[in-house]
């Protein structure tokens, strides 16, 4: 019986330097995403991109991004939802690009507008952004999109819940019309479909799984708890698992509570979530990626930078308030051919919330028995949270499931007792192009900076020295998904 061959970067397209440098950085077999999405990429061509977080859509776009803006010498656009995506992606561009001087500029809300300005002006070729902050320049006349040429929408279903429809639709309308798009995302929503009917040039549609398809590579398991027995059962959860753990609130102010008690049951713990800065989550964030930190909280949307391969397991305190963030949720592990564990706490009135839960993602849940729960080593600090009765999942927001309230309501409703308690087409051989900035022409307003600076006609070859422009940034707060 011989062995199945894994997939290989050869053939899909790719330059041949920047497919030695891929081997180099550690990039020997492409991810099912990348096999069908980069030959789509490479040729110019829109492309549509269904997929999960976790499989490798960043190196999917990035690298036909970078070969088509060195063939039209015009610049990348990326917009992503969150100031902590938008900083994953941009180290990963980084990564990739280093060889071959490319610049990038991340936008995304926090900084100072001064020092995002200085890396407009240092000529970058990609731009990554949140849609709030990249309206925010070009309404002050910062920035111009005329030299466009690649632009990417990556979650482009979470950027919609998260009410950044107006920003993008503007976006949109700015760009040229003669460009590349690629728009990623892992769902489906009339809304997306809209934009992608208008917006786009026959785009190639790529599906690596059913809307809704959850990790196969996590095993995933349901307990029903009651609110005060929460503590207890986390205790007990992290005690039977020894490598590192994603825990998820629904609110930040849960996050908060729900880390107080980890660190008295004596794991390190670090928390992520709108009150915290940019530099205090990027801490949080380095020290989990490093190990040094065992436990990290979270919330949804400040999980959505969390690009982190060895999660073993994933808890969910909080069911979420849509039954697809369930899905975003549990994705966090099982990354890049590993298996994972995702466990979730219940309360006995949550029934039809699993039930929704399970039909989405078509698969059944083992509930299992409670084991026999230690007794509280995390001191009763905080009081619960007064609730009323959380409603279950209702269909609506992205084709998925929204909370059964207002966000006044049961938004709170189970945060609990925290106190007490993508083959597409193949090259036969790889192109003959060399891969590299220096020839680039910086034609007038390639530069993303104001529409009034004069066109440079003798340019200077592109140097590493110039690279950068991302870091320091703070982040865009994005506002909050749920709606009334």
């Known amino acids: 019986m011989t062995e199945t061959q894994k997939p290989s970067f050869d053939g899909l397209g790719i330059f041949p330097d920047l497919l030695t440098h891929l081997s180099k950085i550690g990039f020997h077999n492409p991810t099912p995403i990348q096999e069908k999405a980069i030959p789509i990429g490479t040729t110019g061509e829109d492309l549509i991109g269904i997929a999960q977080t976790g499989t490798g859509k960043t190196l999917a776009f990035s690298i036909p991004m970078m070969q088509q803006i060195s063939i039209n010498k015009g610049q990348g ?5 969150t100031r902590e995506l938008a900083l994953q992606v941009e180290e990963t561009l980084q990564k990739l690009s280093k060889p071959f001087g490319l610049r990038t500029a991340v936008l995304i809300g926090g900084a100072a507008m001064s020092l995002q300005i200085r890396a407009l002006r240092n000529k970058p070729h990609v731009i990554v952004a949140t849609p709030g902050r990249l309206l925010d320049h070009m309404e002050q006349k910062i920035i111009g999109l005329q030299n466009i ?33 690629m728009l990623f995302s892992a769902t489906m929503p009339e809304k997306i479909s809209q934009i992608a009917e208008k917006y786009m040039k026959k785009p190639l549609r790529i599906e690596m799984a059913r809307q809704g398809t959850a990790n196969e590579n996590v095993e995933q398991e349901f307990f029903m708890v009651g609110k005060g027995d929460k503590l207890r059962l986390l205790d007990k959860v992290l005690s039977d698992y020894k490598g590192s753990v994603l825990v998820f609130s629904r609110t930040k102010h849960g996050a908060k509570k729900i880390t107080h008690c980890i660190e008295k049951m004596g794991h390190t713990v670090a928390e992520i979530h709108s009150n915290k800065s940019l530099n205090q989550r990027k801490m949080a964030l380095s020290g989990f990626k490093s190990g040094k930190t065992r436990v990290l909280v979270a919330t949804d949307i400040a999980s959505r930078g969390i690009d982190v391969t060895n999660i073993e397991l994933v808890i969910n ?18 990354r890049a051919g590993r298996t994972g564990k995702a466990i979730s706490f219940a309360t006995p009135d949550q029934k039809r919330d699993l039930q929704i839960i399970e039909r989405l993602i078509r698969t059944k849940i083992n509930v299992s028995p409670l084991p026999e729960l230690p007794a509280h080593r995390a001191a009763p600090v905080y009081e619960p949270e007064r609730e009323e009765r959380r409603g279950s999942f209702q269909r609506g927001g992205r084709g998925g499931y929204s909370g059964g309230s207002s966000r006044g309501g049961s938004s709170r409703g189970s945060g609990g007792s925290y106190g007490t308690s993508r083959g597409g087409n193949s090259y036969g051989k790889s192109k003959e192009k060399v891969f590299q900035y220096k020839d680039v ?24 020295k110039r690279q950068g422009g991302g870091q320091g940034y703070q982040g865009h707060n994005p506002r909050p998904m749920h709606k009334a």
């Open 441 to 464: 022409k910086r034609e007038g307003g390639t530069t993303g900076a104001t529409p009034t600076d004069k066109p440079r006609t003798a340019p200077k070859p592109f140097d590493r």
């Open 149 to 181: 040429k690649v632009l990417v929408l990556d979650e482009a279903d979470r950027m919609l819940d998260m009410g950044f429809e107006p920003q993008i639709k503007k976006i949109l309308a700015a760009v040229p019309k003669e460009r590349q798009t």
């Open 77 to 81: 656009l990326v917009l992503l939802p």
């Open 317 to 334: 305190f909080d069911l979420p308030d849509q039954a697809e963030d369930y899905v975003h949720r549990i994705g966090r592990t099982g």
